[in-house]
């Protein structure tokens, strides 16, 4: 390459015709054309499509909650989702790496790798909880959770001459088969107690599937989500028809949807609409660029995008029905509403919905815990091997003997293992409430996406960044999106974040308040992972005092590259690059570039 400079002097030569070779340093690409696309809802339609959209829209006005739903979804969801898997397929990267169009901005990806590790430690503890229940289905006679048990103590020497008692402690037996014999709840914090032995060889089992899913790289993973992601489906369609045929069914239905559009003045219903977009869209957590990095680089990625958004969607509505048809059902034969939201409504209500069914009870219940798993199941696998690319793209020279995937995936499966141990004490509900709240999900998604945003539209250039894409893709952006990335979604992240901070109360669960010391810790973990985005940035300024115009200079790989340079003084090699790997700098002015 430099003998080729070299004979042409400062006159570039019009290669204008000649395809540019596709550099991507030895990374893999998905095998088949739909394997992205079908990763991408694997891994973002989860459990929580199942036990918190539906809970959002009853509390929050019925149908009346999908007008912010929907606001929040295209005004900031479908935006950043295109910005986050376009820049991971544009760059070829992920991570830090993926932020080398902008330097100063490389601290997001440091975000994203925080926020993505602390996920993976206390997501998978719901597979676990999935995992014993489904175990639990398979005794002989009645389902576990529908007779007493010893440990319940008193509860179980009622009286059966005492009817209505009697009645009174079997409904509740579900309750106290998830609180005391599934997670040994302790009286809060200052009470951790000891690891749950049955607990903790279902975390394992969790962890051995997931490591089993990611060990074979990419192309294994792709083919591995047909299942896992599809499989799902037809559980849904199962227990809605299921569903819909139990008397009160209708009832269930109408408590979903009926709309309260009071609701619209009240700022929780805004906070939560955009909290679920983000969290159940997975933004902000840098998966996205990881699964966009494996993409070849001419694949519509647009295309996918847009479906991906409506199926995600779609999803949560349609599961919806199919939770409230059954509690419908239990109102009815129960003659009292149901209430419960989040893992009470999953692990308390459903089941307990389950085993008043007439018929196929057992088998429905493993149905629905199947269902479960492998919800969970692609959305953690899929979050490990973002957090494992993010984090080999960041230290490459790291990884660069043999087997250095495997070595490393093993070492972080048990590493994780081992932290996910203290969700499964006697205590552990706490840290996993501790965790969901403060350190992947509200806030933190917030201000990650609203850095994102900002740094493509005002550091970068909207204008630069639609140009890449248009090189990319061969076909015109619609306009839609630089109009969201310059005003609507920062706009909307800003204010989604306002009205969090507006209503923020102190964590509880059930009668129990978190002790004001969880507060302080919470917002330790939080503050941990979005400074990183100003002190990375504070970091690169000093070490780049000597070069400040590295701190706004791109780093292209040479397929990037459609404008070609009128200097030639100004390509140069990234560390360890060489040939066609060769990177150029340009130095960015707004949105124009300078040669």
Not at 506 to 513: I, S, T, W
């Amino acid at each position: 390459m430099s003998a080729e400079l070299g004979e042409m002097g400062d006159k570039p030569r019009d290669d204008s015709d000649q395809k540019p070779e596709i550099d991507r340093g030895g990374r893999e690409t998905w095998k088949g054309q739909f394997d992205f696309l079908m990763t991408l809802i694997g891994f973002s339609v989860g459990v929580g499509n199942i036990w918190r959209f539906p809970y959002l829209c009853y509390k929050n006005g019925g149908g009346v909650f999908f007008i912010p739903y929907l606001i929040a979804l295209f005004g900031a969801g479908v935006p950043i989702l295109f910005l986050e898997v376009s820049l991971g397929q544009f760059t070829c990267s992920s991570g830090v790496p993926s932020w080398r169009i902008f330097p100063l901005a490389k601290g997001i990806g440091v975000a994203t790798t925080f926020i993505v590790f602390n996920l993976n430690m206390y997501y998978i503890i719901v597979i676990t909880w999935a995992i014993y229940y489904l175990y639990s289905c398979f005794t002989f006679g009645d389902l576990p959770w529908t007779v007493c048990r010893e440990e319940y103590g008193d509860v179980c020497n009622v009286s059966t001459t005492a009817n209505s008692s009697l009645d009174a402690a079997k409904n509740n037996y579900v309750e106290l088969f998830w609180s005391r014999h599934v997670l040994g709840l302790s009286s809060g914090l200052e009470s951790i107690g000891s690891i749950q032995p049955h607990m903790a060889i279902s975390l394992l089992v969790a962890w051995l599937l997931v490591y089993a899913c990611i060990i074979k790289g990419v192309q294994w993973t792709g083919k591995i989500v047909w299942f896992t992601g599809l499989f799902p489906y037809f559980m849904l369609v199962v227990l809605f028809v299921r569903g819909i045929t139990l008397q009160g069914a209708f009832n269930g239905i109408k408590f979903y949807l009926t709309p309260q559009f009071s609701k619209l003045y009240e700022g929780t219903v805004w906070l939560d609409a955009g909290t679920q977009v983000f969290f159940s869209m997975s933004l902000g957590l840098g998966a996205m660029q990881t699964l966009g990095s494996y993409n070849k680089f001419h694949h519509n990625c647009l295309r996918d995008c847009l479906l991906y958004a409506v199926v995600n969607s779609c999803t949560s509505i349609f599961g919806g029905f199919c939770i409230f048809s059954v509690l419908g059902y239990m109102a009815h034969e129960m003659g009292v509403p149901v209430t419960l939201g989040g893992p009470g409504l999953t692990f308390i209500a459903y089941p307990k919905a389950l085993s008043l069914m007439p018929t196929m009870s057992k088998l429905l219940s493993i149905m629905f815990f199947l269902m479960l798993i492998f919800l969970g199941l692609d959305s953690q696998f899929v979050g490990v091997e973002g957090f494992t690319s993010q984090f080999m793209d960041a230290f490459p020279t790291l990884f660069n003997f043999r087997h250095s995937r495997a070595v490393f995936i093993t070492a972080v499966c048990s590493l994780y293992y081992l932290m996910g141990l203290l969700m499964v004490t006697e205590g552990g509900m706490y840290i996993f409430q501790i965790m969901d709240f403060y350190s992947a999900s509200g806030l933190v998604l917030l201000f990650v996406c609203f850095c994102e945003s900002a740094a493509i539209a005002y550091c970068y250039g909207s204008k630069r960044f639609l140009e890449d894409l248009e090189h990319m893709l061969k076909r015109k952006i619609p306009l839609y999106f630089p109009v969201c990335w310059n005003l609507i979604t920062p706009l909307t992240c800003a204010s989604i974040a306002a009205i969090f901070m507006i209503n923020v109360a102190p964590l509880q669960y059930g009668a129990y308040v978190y002790p004001k010391w969880t507060a302080a810790l919470g917002w330790t973990i939080t503050s941990c992972t979005c400074l990183t985005i100003p002190i990375m940035a504070v970091f690169q300024v000093i070490t780049h005092l000597d070069e400040p115009k590295d701190l706004i200079t791109a780093e292209y790989k040479l397929h990037q590259i459609h404008e070609r340079p009128k200097n030639l003084s100004s390509w140069k090699n990234a560390p360890g690059q060489s040939g066609v790997a060769m990177h150029y700098s340009v130095v960015l002015d707004s949105n124009n570039i300078v040669f």
